[in-house]
């Protein structure tokens, strides 16, 4: 059976590769047949992740060219000058954007599709958290969030996680939007999935989707994301938001069901099964 080494992989799409290959999640340099890396960028500030990179250069150099290698760009942080490189080097690039890099071949950050849903809705603390800051696309920041908190609530319970600073985060504050930068996606109902206007463009979803179902925060999805459109929770201005946040006690299994049910209809390549299946025929065809 072929022996697929693995880094920075999580456990669940190295079960599903476990029904058809042996893997090994490589912590040095032990032999294998082939190697899949979900990507961390070279530049993180965030020191924790610094052995993390040193591995997955030091994979590569060993094994680019010798053996078959999918990399997974999740943040799509690879730069020009290492495109080439491992290119040059044979090396299958993918990447979560739908139109974006010519070398890359699209994959999806996959979902895990046998998640256990509560009859009951969680408790939770916040009523949507957004995993960045108005620097991303202040239009659709205040557009969405602040506007949420000016004319549709009046609790302090919509949380984001990157400041600006100056005149706007106290505007911001004032408005009861809470700056916490150490939130979890477990203490929210809901997560919007905003983006930049370059990711509605080439079509790619928050790299935390996966992390969000997981944790039962149910995603909201701006409708300028028209990549994913036929995705649940789509709104079109705040008072969708309070739509959603208004009737979670009532809904939220429903709500949740139809996540699961809308990405299984219109987005099977995110199913985890799909994905796994799309990395083995990758690694085949070197």
């Known amino acids: 059976m072929i022996v697929v080494g693995t880094c920075n992989v999580d456990d669940v799409l190295i079960k599903e590769l476990s029904k058809s ?9 032990t ?9 961390m960028p070279t530049n993180h500030k965030d020191k924790k992740y610094a052995k993390l990179i040193i591995l997955q250069s030091l994979l590569v150099n060993k094994f680019a060219g010798e053996k078959p290698i999918v990399i997974f760009d999740r943040y799509l942080a ?9 290119k040059k080097k044979n090396v299958t690039l993918c990447e979560p954007a739908i139109n974006y890099r010519r070398d890359f071949k699209y994959l999806p950050a996959w979902i895990k599709t046998n998640h256990s849903i509560s009859i009951e809705p969680p408790q939770k603390e916040y009523d949507i958290v957004y995993n960045g800051g108005p620097s991303d696309n202040i239009i659709d920041f205040e557009r969405y969030l602040l506007k949420y908190c000016k004319e549709t609530t009046s609790n302090k319970n919509v949380c984001y996680k990157r400041s600006i600073g100056g005149v706007k985060t106290d505007e911001y ?24 206007p370059k990711h509605y463009r080439i079509g790619v979803l928050h790299p935390d989707l996966p992390a969000m179902l997981k944790a039962d925060c149910i995603p909201l999805i701006p409708c ?12 079109n201005h705040a008072f969708d938001i309070a739509l959603h946040t208004q009737t979670y006690d009532q809904l939220y299994y429903g709500y949740m069901t139809d996540v699961y049910e809308n990405i299984e209809k219109y987005y099977p390549e995110m199913l985890v099964e799909n994905v796994a ?7 085949k065809e070197k």
């Not at 690879?78 to 491992?86: D, Y």
């Not at 504050?173 to 930049?196: A, H, M, P």
């Not at 299946?277 to 690694?283: P, S, V």
């Open 277 to 283: 299946k799309i990395l083995m025929n990758y690694l």
């Open 21 to 29: 290959c042996d893997v090994v999640v490589m912590n040095d340099h």
């Open 224 to 235: 300028e994301h028209r990549y994913f459109n036929a995705m649940f929770g789509v709104i």
């Open 78 to 86: 690879i730069t020009h000058k290492e495109r080439n490189w491992l």
């Open 31 to 39: 032999d294998i047949d082939t190697l899949i890396i979900d990507w």
């Open 173 to 196: 504050t004032d408005s009861g939007l809470v700056l916490n930068k150490s939130f979890s996606y477990e203490q929210s109902k809901f997560s919007i999935l905003i983006g930049t």
